[in-house]
């Protein structure tokens, strides 16, 4: 996914808590400088959304390596242990990874182990809100397997002693390694895992995190959300369970993950079902503060201007208007296309905060 700088800004304004960047091999991301700069772009003129660095790796020095270059930069390290494509799982990373819970247990501990020489605070979860800035987290990003006791076992390696964790949260994708993404996620396999293990650390859920009054499942995390039915859009309400539709409580879950939906539709953890035009121009206003590759800028408001994920299916430009999007060579010329059919419509032209 496309988690870079200006992106991260925008869903940050749309109530993100926390993102992730990509799957970064660790590997290159020590060899390379390039990798460095691509890969991890970071605001130098103020505070911006926390940010973890997701890294692919299977050897604990390669990824305490890395982690101790990104961890001046960043909020904490993640695994990923879920990635599916055939690409990584023949590099015995990603979701390949869930067969080897012994050496992911000696990578986070590697990783904090090196982290804490570096000076940083990774001792006890409270040291993740050390005062003086130096807290970092140390995570794993998960699928399941088709047996769960095998999930069971490898998350009770990963996670050793509960008193001393080796990781300070767990995000658990519930499809196995081979499950399509159209086959919905295992809900007896999520509701299992975070009953057993939430009470020991954080559980975070990815997958199928569509819009929010579509999740699969109740959940407190979505008490506190307003109810909207104005024409923007919105979240109506996460509705209680009714005998035709039942859906597992979870009230062990501490967040919600989302990628692609997340791609289309910024404002999704605002309560919004689609993608606003108000999102499309704050995300342009940040790449003018931190700009983006022409044709990465491109393929965001391609995104962002499509169908999405939600039940709401209408789109802000048609599958015409994206097409003639990709066809420009310079901002200026995306700009005044944007502002043209936003006139055609009856809206108004995007507010310049800064120029492109």
């Not at 699969?216 to 979240?235: C, E, G, N, R, V």
């Amino acid at each position: 996914m496309l988690w870079q700088l200006a992106f991260r800004q925008t869903v940050h304004h749309y109530s993100t808590d926390v993102c992730w960047t990509p799957m970064v091999l660790a590997k290159e991301f020590n060899r390379n400088q390039f990798a460095r700069d691509s890969d991890l772009t970071i605001s130098t003129t103020g505070p911006e959304l926390p940010t973890i660095a997701q890294f692919g790796s299977n050897s604990p020095l390669e990824l305490s390596r890395a982690s101790s270059l990104a961890a001046p930069f960043v909020n904490g390290i993640d695994l990923n242990c879920g990635c599916p494509q055939s690409w990584a799982c023949a590099e015995t990373l990603g979701a390949a990874l869930m067969e080897k819970r012994e050496l992911v247990r000696d990578m986070v501990v590697a990783t904090r182990q090196r982290l804490r020489e570096d000076g940083w605070a990774v001792g006890k979860e409270e040291d993740m809100h050390n005062p003086d800035g130096k807290g970092r987290s140390v995570s794993v990003k998960i699928r399941v397997h088709h047996d769960l006791r095998k999930t069971v076992d490898f998350i009770t390696t990963v996670l050793g002693d509960e008193q001393n964790r080796n990781i300070d949260w767990l995000t658990i994708h519930p499809r196995t390694r081979y499950t399509q993404s159209s086959v919905p996620i295992n809900l007896e396999a999520l509701e299992l895992l975070t009953n057993m293990f939430g009470d020991k650390l954080p559980v975070l859920v990815s997958g199928d995190v569509f819009t929010l009054s579509t999740l699969p499942y109740t959940s407190h995390l979505l008490a506190t959300q307003p109810t909207f039915t104005s024409s923007d859009s919105k979240l109506e309400t996460n509705k209680a369970p009714t005998s035709e539709n039942q859906r597992p409580y979870l009230p062990k879950l501490a967040g919600l993950m989302s990628a692609r939906a997340l791609l289309a539709n910024p404002a999704l953890f605002a309560g919004y079902e689609r993608c606003p035009w108000e999102a499309v121009d704050i995300f342009m206003n940040n790449v003018a503060r931190a700009p983006l590759p022409l044709k990465l800028g491109i393929h965001h408001l391609t995104e962002m201007c499509g169908a999405g994920f939600g039940p709401d299916r209408s789109a802000l430009l048609s599958k015409g208007e994206r097409i003639r999007l990709t066809e420009f060579d310079n901002w200026i010329d995306v700009i005044d296309f944007i502002d043209g059919i936003k006139k055609i419509r009856g809206l108004e032209p995007m507010v310049r905060l800064a120029s492109l």
